[in-house]
């Protein structure tokens, strides 16, 4: 089946810094989402991105589809940004694969 | 608008003992999943409803597990017995009929936390 696997798996950031999560994927999809699961495991829609660039206030994500990776910005991290960060991809079916997930802690 | 109501938001049973999970999808959301999500590992899905059909179930364990959909809004997720291997979080989520692939309206409960001791 796909993969999907995400770098790195752990991140620890001061507050105010910048960090760059990346997703690859083994084969072409239908859509790629980011997820933010919060520390009392809430998982929460960043993006529905399948292709180009997206931002949203500090977070901004891109996706490459044909060289299968999509990565997530985050800029000026606030403690509220803690918590995993999950890529899901959807491949022929309507299901979505996550990834392996990237777990960020920021520190005052 | 309520999100995805799951209950309950925790559970510890001894093994050999059945547990059951509750959903209640958002209005309107003819899609329905559920998921489980092992300590440290993404969510992996266990079976997808549409209205009341069970359209993929391939993941879901039939000799131990079974899921119901009545009249295609709430559902429940029942283990019977329970493995110390089931202990995870048990996630629900809905979304509009093609929502998943048009990226739209896919909404996640905050999941049932099962302990099997």
């Known amino acids: 089946g796909i993969q999907v696997e995400q770098s790195p798996p752990d991140l620890i950031l001061q507050e105010g810094a910048n960090s760059t999560l990346r997703c690859n994927f083994s084969d072409s999809v239908n859509n790629l989402q980011w997820f933010h699961q919060n520390p009392w495991g809430q998982l929460i829609n960043l993006f529905y991105i399948p292709s180009g660039t997206k931002q949203n206030g500090r977070l901004s994500a891109t996706t490459v589809a044909t060289e299968r990776y999509s990565l997530l910005y985050i800029s000026s991290s606030q403690t509220t940004d803690s918590g995993v960060y999950f890529c899901?991809?959807?491949?022929?079916?309507?299901?979505?694969?996550f990834g392996t997930g990237t777990r960020l802690q920021v520190f005052p | 608008e309520a999100g995805v109501v799951q209950s309950p938001r925790y559970k510890i049973i001894e093994k050999k003992q059945p547990v059951a999970f509750w959903c209640n999808p958002i209005?309107?959301?003819?899609?329905l999943y559920w998921y489980r999500q092992n300590l440290g590992q993404g969510p992996e899905l266990l079976i997808r409803y549409e209205n009341e059909e069970a359209v993929d179930d391939s993941q879901l364990p039939k000799d131990r597990f079974s899921a119901e959909r009545l009249k295609g809004v709430d559902s429940t997720l029942k283990i019977q017995p329970a493995e110390l291997g089931d202990s995870a979080v048990y996630l629900c989520?809905?979304?509009?009929?093609?929502?998943?692939?048009?990226?739209?309206?896919?909404?996640f409960g905050s999941g049932t936390r099962l302990t099997v001791v």
């Open positions: 989520a809905s979304s509009p009929l093609g929502g998943v692939e048009a990226g739209t309206g896919y909404t």
């Open positions: 209005s309107g959301h003819n899609t």
């Open positions: 899901a991809v959807v491949f022929n079916t309507d299901k979505l694969i």
